[in-house]
């Protein structure tokens, strides 16, 4: 990855790996690809909107998040925030998790 595929703001890295990105103001938006890192969960999705005026970070097209050995899908992903950290997260329209059992030491 290059240093242009990647906007930082706070806690979040996001990539835009072939996308666009966009800022109106109290909204940004990404897509074509959008990939989100923390140091708590990874997501990616087709496209992304970002209101900073509800704080709510909305995933559409095939959305995925996972952390450590838990990974779950839907058709949207509603990401609710405060202070740079996730609330709560709601998958909406046919949710689906997937949990592998951690490695025994």
Not at 6 to 31: L, M, P, R
Not at 41 to 50: H, N, P, R
Not at 85 to 90: G, T
Request: contains cysteine.
């Amino acid at each position: 990855w290059s240093s242009e595929e990647f906007g930082v703001q706070g806690a979040y890295a996001i990539s835009f790996a072939t996308g666009d990105f966009a800022d109106y103001g109290h909204d940004k938006k990404a897509y074509n690809r959008v990939r989100i890192f923390r140091k708590d969960a990874q997501a990616i999705c087709d496209s992304l909107v970002s209101s900073t005026t509800d704080s709510i970070i909305h995933m559409y097209i095939d959305p995925v998040m996972w952390n450590g050995n838990n990974q779950i899908a839907a058709k949207q992903l509603d990401a609710y925030t405060q202070n740079q950290q996730i609330l709560r997260a709601e998958f909406l329209e046919n949710p689906i998790m997937v949990s592998t059992p951690r490695a025994s030491a």
